[in-house]
């Protein structure tokens, strides 16, 4: 991060602020529509809550792994437009399930209804391809912003950490607000403080996917498959709660995927969690899968630009986060609300981040309103008016 003098103002026409899938696709949006956009982004790299590690060309998604082509037409819109490929979720063979007792039997399988799509590279294909068709300079890594002020011509945001002095200062005339509402809410300082209510309904959203924990083994063979199973699992014994094959379309690698089932506040880090959740796929899998060839693992719990102390319980259900009264836009046409959490419909999912992403795009286009003509009117006596 390059530090400036704090007296140093930068300017922009559209900050985004969030580098996850809404923001850049907000952002190419606006690109597209050669429109001047800067985007900051707190970690260093793009993608926010997608996470794809890549290794020999297969990428193992350690967030998002599904889209669902029945109810995704903007995901799968983007897709095609990348020119990305997309290939249906594997789920040939039985089940496996694992009673309280850790004793395992084997089920009809429970196929996902509509069917579950993944992308070849990966959900962070199509991060890469949003990032690749910005201009060059459009997305500023490690650029956490920490206070938003309101301006009569504008909206001023620091870069830093609060109550320290900021490493730079951008002046707006429009902003879009890409990231978790519930942690902008707890770590961005706003001036003048958001209304009560609105504050309440950001700090009530459930960030999708903050409080859960991902695995992802890969292997040289897929000997559950040889087995008559699906890699299709679900437990209620042992740290992993459910497991899906994860392998790539055509050959290999091949790889188990899934979701812990051990609540945030007892998780440790890898290597603590790492053997019993191997010792449980040999288990409900064979001894084959206690053995791969490579194992990744993410607590999204523990990444302070995801999650929050109050996130450390897991939600469940999808979240429908709604801004009090229906609003996406504040201060005058000025501030913008986009993530997925923001979404009308499919609010968690890739579907809602685009929704939400392309909302805010075309609401930067709408005419700003002049707050200060608006007061001096007001207070004209009626007859003046």
């Known amino acids: 991060m390059v530090i400036q003098k704090e007296n140093v103002i930068e300017k922009a026409d559209t900050l985004i602020i969030g580098g996850g899938l809404s923001g850049l696709y907000a952002a190419s949006i606006l690109a597209a529509e050669k429109k001047k956009v800067l985007l900051l982004e707190a970690r260093d790299r793009i993608g926010g809550r997608i996470l794809s590690t890549q290794i020999h060309g297969f990428s193992t998604d350690l967030g998002p792994s599904w889209y669902w082509p029945a109810l995704n037409p903007k995901v799968c819109a983007l897709v095609n437009a990348l020119h990305l490929t997309g290939y249906p ?36 294909a199509l991060v890469k391809e949003l990032y690749k068709r910005l201009p060059q300079g459009t997305v500023r890594l490690n650029h956490p912003v920490c206070d938003i002020e309101r301006r009569d011509d504008g909206v001023l945001v620091s870069v ?19 990231m978790p509402p519930r942690l902008a809410a707890r770590s961005i300082l706003f001036t003048p403080d958001l209304p009560t209510n609105l504050t309440q309904a950001m700090l009530r959203a459930n960030t999708w996917m903050a409080g859960h924990a991902k695995f992802f083994a890969l ?10 199973l699906s890699g299709q699992g679900f437990s209620y014994h042992g740290p992993v709660g459910e497991i899906h094959d994860g392998s790539c379309e055509t050959g290999t690698p091949f790889g188990l995927t899934g979701f812990l089932a051990t609540p945030a506040l007892r998780r440790k880090d890898k290597e603590a969690m790492a053997p019993a959740m191997l010792a449980q796929l040999g288990t409900v899998f064979g001894d084959e899968a206690a053995h791969p060839t490579a194992f990744y693992y993410q607590d999204w719990a523990k990444e302070p630009f995801t999650a929050t102390e109050y996130d450390l ?73």
């Open 89 to 124: 979720q594997f789920e040939t063979g039985y089940c496996r399930f694992q009673a309280r007792d850790g004793r395992v039997v084997t089920m009809e399988g429970q196929p996902m209804d509509p069917p579950g799509w993944r992308i070849d590279g990966g959900m962070m």
């Open 160 to 178: 830093g950490v609060l109550d320290e002095p900021p490493v730079c200062r951008i002046k707006a005339s429009r902003v879009i607000l890409a």
């Open 313 to 385: 319980k897991s939600a469940h259900n999808h979240p429908e986060f709604h801004l009090p009264s229906g609003k996406t836009t504040i201060w005058d046409n000025r501030f913008h609300f986009a993530g997925t959490e923001t979404a009308d419909h499919l609010a968690g999912y890739l579907e809602g981040a685009l929704a939400s992403g392309e909302r805010a795009a075309s609401a930067v286009s709408r005419p700003v309103r002049d707050s200060t003509k608006i007061k001096q009117t007001q207070a004209l006596p009626p007859a003046a008016r």
């Open 219 to 228: 292997y040289d063979e897929a000997a559950w498959r040889t087995m008559g």
